[in-house]
């Protein structure tokens, strides 16, 4: 049975699959090449390495319906989850942060989240404060420079993603989410690539899925955001799902939605006693939260070259 890699991407718009398959496997191989594997990473690009497949479940958020403002879209489970997800983040960014205009630029922010008397009642009111801290936001040093998004709004509806996911409200969203996502791991051995809120759907899915998994990798995960995440994942308390043989945690200082690792005594390990293995990334650049920035780096392709080789080598 060939091995398969298998990416799982995180919050975002729509996406064209086969042309985000392209990006992130052609980003894999220059990671490849920078950490020696060279001929490696030709082999995958041209599907000799590896069966690549791109598990997109992003039409999920984006049906007819769920499209409209940001009061209509979100319940009130829904919106506590996104404010304390923007607060986190907000504290998170305003503890490294050295500029004093982007200091300032945070403070707003989070005084943007937390109004005081009726304004801070009602799912309304807090999906609007959560706007208003996002046009704060970007108008703040790496958000504005990043150009990522174009409003407030913009911002919200992608972070909201998390928050639907997690508040496991209407129309069993989460349950739909997960079956796409474990119909591409499929019954193994997969190498698992998870972005993001996607690695929040993988680390579920591979509890729910006795699958073997010689490597899990994830980046820029919210798994580590432990007040705002934790006490909406299943199963807790956290542990390493089964199947897994390794996992590997990759995380960016100047990544502004994740700028931490998941720690070993945070996760439980499985009964092959693994835990996550934190590696910190240096990217370049004004955006390093993307998922190509990630892959295009040696110390994250090569593990994951290195993975699937060894499974190969003994399917």
């Not at 490696?40 to 069966?51: I, Q, S, T, Y």
């Not at 911002?155 to 989410?177: E, K």
């Not at 994830?218 to 955001?225: D, I």
Request: charge should be neutral; hydrophobic fraction near 45%.
């Amino acid at each position: 049975m060939a091995v398969r890699l298998v990416f799982v991407h995180g919050i975002g718009g729509p996406r064209r699959v086969a042309l985000e398959q392209e990006r992130w496997t052609e980003a894999l191989a220059r990671g490849a090449r920078a950490a020696g594997h060279s001929r490696a990473a030709d082999d995958l690009v041209n599907g000799k390495l590896a069966e690549v497949s791109f598990a997109y479940y992003g039409d999920l958020f984006h049906s007819p319906g769920a499209q409209g403002g940001a009061d209509a879209e979100l319940e009130a489970p829904e919106a506590a989850i996104l404010s304390g997800l923007l607060t986190d983040i907000v504290e998170r960014r305003l503890a490294l942060a050295s500029d004093s205009q982007e200091q300032a630029d945070l403070r707003q922010a989070l005084a943007d989240l937390r109004p005081e008397g009726s304004a801070a009642q009602g799912v309304g009111n807090v999906v609007r404060a959560c706007v208003n801290a996002g046009t704060t936001l970007l108008d703040a040093g790496p958000w504005r420079r990043s150009g990522q998004w174009a409003s407030s709004k913009l911002l919200i509806r992608d972070l909201g993603q998390v928050a639907r996911y997690l508040a496991r409200g209407r129309d069993s969203l989460d349950l739909l989410v997960r079956s796409v996502v474990a119909d591409f791991v499929g019954a193994g051995p997969s190498v698992v690539v998870a972005h993001s809120l996607g690695s929040v759907v993988a680390y579920e899915v591979l509890h729910e899925f006795t699958s073997a998994v010689p490597l899990l990798v994830t980046l820029g995960s919210p798994l580590a955001m432990r007040a705002v995440v934790w006490p909406h994942l299943r199963p807790r308390p956290c542990r390493t799902p089964p199947g897994v043989a390794s996992w590997l945690d990759c995380w960016d200082r100047d990544d502004v939605i994740c700028a931490r690792p998941l720690g070993e005594a945070d996760i439980q390990a499985n009964t092959a006693g693994v835990r996550p293995r934190g590696s910190r990334v240096d990217s370049d650049g004004l955006w390093v939260h993307s998922a190509t920035k990630y892959l295009a780096r040696g110390e994250v392709a090569g593990p994951v070259i290195e993975a699937l080789q060894a499974a190969s080598a003994s399917s």
